[in-house]
Structures are given as structure tokens and as C-alpha cells.
């Protein structure tokens, strides 16, 4: 890995080593026109940092504290599905390389790795087990059991997905080349599963069990069976963190979910201040979408992130490496963050405000 000084030359390389399969297209596409895709990266870069001089930044502290947990640092790993499809150390390499690094790993219930081997195999890791809302209400009790019995330490309930979103350019590519993404077992499921060692009926099952009239009140119900903090991901509106707020929530990510559900919504970079104004410190406030640098990741705490999550971005790493990539991109940001925080004079993550920042165009920002 040596040559990989940051993300980008990580996915360039993530590229190269997967020689453009198909398994690529569906790590790196997003919804539709990828419009959002897009935006997530291109707001970060009309943000612009104001740098405080002659601060003592002899020691900077990037340690950070989050449902009473102690972080090493405000970043951790986004959810995403089918890890082993990336390299075959899969959810448990990433979920070391999250420990080595104290990172918080969100492990997605549609990995490759059931939530009991992951247990097993990173138990240095914070780990969050994240879920959908399923059709069969079964089924959230059973995870949300594994969860407590396994020790993971939060549930994440992604709410943006009343269906999977269209990745156009994927089915596009799949229509030209005669060839489909491979269909892999998700083992979580298995319980469920009238004949387990089928991996069509794995697959079949989750698409039948998605959820499309789920409610809020269904994220009180869940909320009601366990004691664990549990937060709501994939929120945008101010309205939305309230309610998942009154449902009992104790945080929110806000996310667009790296542009793969809707296209054409806004980044969650914009309207972090919105959120952050009106649910104040009754919630924890999180954010990812469009992180791949220590850079986005000084300009989201900026904006009033507590913590920050990237997806692809580790993936890269994943991909290129196994374990020791996810870890090295994960150094490669913390190293950025480090720097920014020295440079702008911000020595505490405390120090890292609203007024280190400004929009290139101060007009029309939420
Ligand atoms: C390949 C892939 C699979 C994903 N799977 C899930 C998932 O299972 N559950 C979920 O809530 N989000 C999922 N996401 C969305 C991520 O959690 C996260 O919101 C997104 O990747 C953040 O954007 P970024 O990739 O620009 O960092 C997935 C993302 C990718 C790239
Ligand atoms: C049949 C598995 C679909 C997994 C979808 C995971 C996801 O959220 C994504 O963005 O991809």
C-alpha cells in the first residue's frame, strides 16, 4: 500500500484491483442520476476554514465521548452490506481495523458475517448493530436480542428506506455486459429461512421483508424493547430529528445514505445547522454522506456533528487491503484531521466550531 497518501488513491487503486467488476459498480454507484452522489462530495469543497494563529497546538486531543463510551476520535464506519464481496477478511476485518484505530464499527444486518461471529472475532471494537424496520416485527425483536446478548452498544435503525434505491448505472452496466452482481448469503437471516442453506432465499427474504409502511411508532416499539441508545439514521429534516426524538431516539445520523436512496436531496453537510438549531443538546447528532477527508470531517464537527461516519471510503481501503487497508485509510484520515486541527489552531475537538467556517456563498445555506 505503499503510494496511497489518501482516499482518492485508495479507490483509484480499489478500481484497479477489482478491474471494474460489477461488485465495484455496486460498491461505488448511487441512486439514479447520482445527482446527490455528487453533491456529497462537492459541498465539502465550498466550505471553506477560517485558521486561528498563534494557538498552542503542541497537543492535540482528538478524543472524544459518545453514549458513555470513550472514542479515540470523532470518525467511525458506516453500515454497508457484503464485505466478504470486497475481500475475504470482510465484516470482521473491518471491524479490527475499526479497534485498531478507535473507531466505532456500525455493522450493517445485511453483512456477510453473522452479528455473533463479529462479536467473537473484534471484541476490542465498539460496535452498533444497525437494522431495518422489517415487514415480520419478529425479526427486529431477534436482532435487537443478538444485539444486547452479543454487546453491541447501540441500534441504528436506517429510516430512509421504505424500498431499496435504483442504482441505474449498475443495472445499466449489468444489461451491457450480460452479467449480474453475484448473490451472497446473509447470514443474519438464517433463523428466518424455511431452508437456510439456499442463498437466493436469503436474498429473496430481505427484498420481501422491507418495509414500506413502517412509522414512527414502530421506532417507539423497538425503542421500548431494549435499553440500549438507540438512533435513527438516515434523517434530513428538522422535523424528522424531533420526532425521532419523541419516539424515545437518544441520537440521529443525518445522511442521505451516500446518495444511494433518493437522488437530488440535499447533503447532510447543509442541513446540519438546521438540525443541530432545533433539537439543541437533547440529541446526539451525527452525520455521514461524502467524508473522505480529515478535512470533511473538521468542516462536518463544524457544523455541529458530534461524530462523523464514512462508508466507501473504508471500503476502499477494504478492498485494496483487507484489514490492514481499512485501517491505513482510516489512519490517513485521522492523520488529516490531526493536521487540520494544528493548523487552524482548534488543539481540542471542542475547539472545532461554527466560526472555523464559512460558505464560499454565505446565501441560501439552511
Ligand atoms: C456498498 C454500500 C452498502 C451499504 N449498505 C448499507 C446498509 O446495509 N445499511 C445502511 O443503513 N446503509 C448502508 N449504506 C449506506 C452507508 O451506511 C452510508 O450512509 C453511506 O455509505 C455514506 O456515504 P459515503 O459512502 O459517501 O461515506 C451502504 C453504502 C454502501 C456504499
Ligand atoms: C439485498 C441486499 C440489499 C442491501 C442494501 C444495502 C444498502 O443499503 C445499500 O445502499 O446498498
Not at 471491524?95 to 476490542?124: C, Q, R, W, Y
Amino acid at each position: 500500500m505503499n503510494g496511497l497518501f489518501t482516499v482518492a488513491d485508495f479507490k483509484k487503486k480499489a478500481e484497479e484491483v477489482s478491474k471494474d467488476s460489477l461488485l465495484f459498480t455496486y460498491f461505488k454507484h448511487g441512486a439514479e442520476k447520482e445527482i446527490t452522489l455528487k453533491h456529497n462530495e462537492n459541498i465539502f469543497r465550498e466550505l471553506y476554514i477560517l485558521p486561528k494563529c498563534l494557538v498552542d497546538v503542541s497537543n492535540v486531543n482528538m478524543n472524544t465521548k459518545i453514549f458513555g463510551c470513550e472514542a479515540k476520535w470523532p470518525v467511525g464506519i458506516s453500515p454497508s452490506a457484503n464485505h466478504k464481496q470486497a475481500h475475504n477478511d470482510g465484516e470482521i476485518g473491518t471491524a479490527k481495523a475499526a479497534g485498531n484505530v478507535g473507531s466505532i464499527f456500525i455493522l450493517s444486518s445485511f453483512s456477510m458475517t453473522s452479528f455473533e461471529d463479529v462479536a467473537v472475532h473484534a471484541p476490542n471494537t465498539i460496535k452498533w448493530l444497525q437494522m431495518y424496520i422489517y415487514k415480520d416485527r419478529n425479526i427486529n425483536r431477534n436482532f435487537i436480542n443478538r444485539a444486547e446478548a452479543n454487546d453491541f452498544k447501540a441500534i441504528v435503525i436506517t429510516v430512509d428506506s421504505p424500498q431499496f434505491g435504483y442504482q441505474t448505472l449498475r443495472f445499466q452496466k449489468e444489461y451491457e455486459t450480460g452479467k449480474s452482481l453475484e448473490t451472497v448469503d446473509y447470514p443474519n437471516f438464517s433463523p428466518f429461512l424455511e431452508n437456510p442453506d439456499d442463498m437466493h432465499a436469503s436474498e429473496d427474504y430481505i427484498f420481501s421483508q422491507t418495509s414500506s409502511n413502517a412509522s414512527w411508532k414502530d421506532v417507539e416499539d423497538i425503542v421500548k424493547m431494549t435499553t440500549l441508545p438507540v438512533i435513527a439514521k438516515g434523517i434530513l429534516r428538522p422535523e424528522d430529528a424531533l420526532r425521532a426524538k419523541a419516539a424515545g431516539c437518544k441520537g440521529v445520523i443525518v445522511s442521505n445514505h451516500g446518495g444511494r436512496q433518493l437522488d437530488c436531496t440535499l447533503s447532510p453537510l447543509e442541513v446540519l445547522p438546521s438540525i443541530v438549531e432545533s433539537v439543541g443538546n437533547d440529541l446526539v447528532i451525527m452525520m455521514d454522506s461524502g467524508v473522505y477527508s480529515g478535512y470533511d470531517v473538521f468542516k462536518a464537527l463544524a457544523l455541529g456533528a458530534q461524530y462523523v461516519f464514512m462508508g466507501r471510503a473504508v471500503l476502499w481501503g477494504l478492498i485494496v487491503g483487507g484489514t490492514e487497508g481499512a485501517e491505513k485509510v482510516l489512519t490517513t484520515v485521522k492523520n488529516e484531521l490531526e493536521r487540520t486541527m494544528c493548523l487552524s489552531g482548534c488543539p481540542d475537538i471542542s475547539n472545532i466550531t461554527r466560526n472555523c467556517v464559512r460558505w464560499r456563498y454565505a446565501t441560501s445555506r439552511l
